[in-house]
């Protein structure tokens, strides 16, 4: 057995990382793009704009020549998600018991998700593991940059050293590298795998109860 790392705060990704959210987030843009009068699109082709939030997400869903109706489908869009976000939205299975395994340790979510949805959905699913979390309107930018890893560090007073960040995806692990923190990329959510190998995290797991076994 290897030896643990030691981390006193671990900052998650959410969609992808934490929760299985891909179902009601591609229903909810269908939704919104039928109330448009915009061709529906098949959910394969929604799960592959999500990541950079959402309006990069609706933008890629709208098209390019429907941008004039990017406001309005922001909107609805709004509507839509608040009613339906956790439908079929779950964390994924190993989850619970690894946030259970490290309660005596700092948790946060730091997801370029707005925080309105991000709260709605935690305070459904179990809100109470986390210590802080932050959201990609918060004003700290979008991963890949770094500043919301860097706000949530500076919030829980954890040193970069003692501090890794889990995410399925290359803006999550680039993002860490950019905040100057380990990443651990998980292989089970939505990235492309050989894109975020490419990006060189310090872990790559298959289950969420791997980390159990990596950290300490």
């Not at 909810?28 to 448009?36: D, H, K, P, Q, R």
């Not at 869009?77 to 309660?103: A, K, N, V």
């Not at 040193?159 to 923190?181: C, F, M």
Request: hydrophobic share 40%; charged share 25%.
């Amino acid at each position: 057995m290897m030896a643990k790392t030691s981390v006193d705060l671990l900052i998650f990704d959410l969609d992808g990382t934490l929760i299985e959210s891909k179902w009601d987030i591609a229903q909810s843009v269908n939704l919104t793009l039928a109330e448009l009068g915009l061709p529906e699109r098949p959910v394969e082709e929604i799960f592959g704009f999500v990541g950079d939030g959402i309006k990069k997400l609706l933008r890629l869903a709208v098209g390019e020549g429907n941008q004039a109706s990017f406001e309005d489908a922001l909107k609805i869009f709004r509507g839509h998600y608040l009613e339906h976000c956790l439908d079929r939205t779950i964390f994924f299975p190993g989850i619970e018991p690894m946030l259970q395994h490290f309660s005596h340790k700092q948790k946060a979510v730091a997801t370029n998700k707005s925080i309105e949805y991000t709260r709605v959905i935690l305070n459904g699913l179990g809100a109470e593991h986390f210590n802080y979390m932050v959201g990609g309107d918060n004003g700290f930018g979008l991963k890949p940059e770094p500043g919301m890893l860097l706000h949530v560090m500076e919030q829980l007073n954890a040193p970069k050293e003692r501090a890794v960040l889990v995410g399925d995806s290359t803006n999550d692990i680039n993002g860490g590298h950019n905040a100057g923190i380990r990443v651990c990329a998980v292989g089970y959510g939505m990235g492309n795998r050989d894109k975020m190998a490419a990006c060189k995290p310090d872990w790559f797991i298959e289950r969420p109860e791997e980390l159990m076994e990596l950290f300490g």
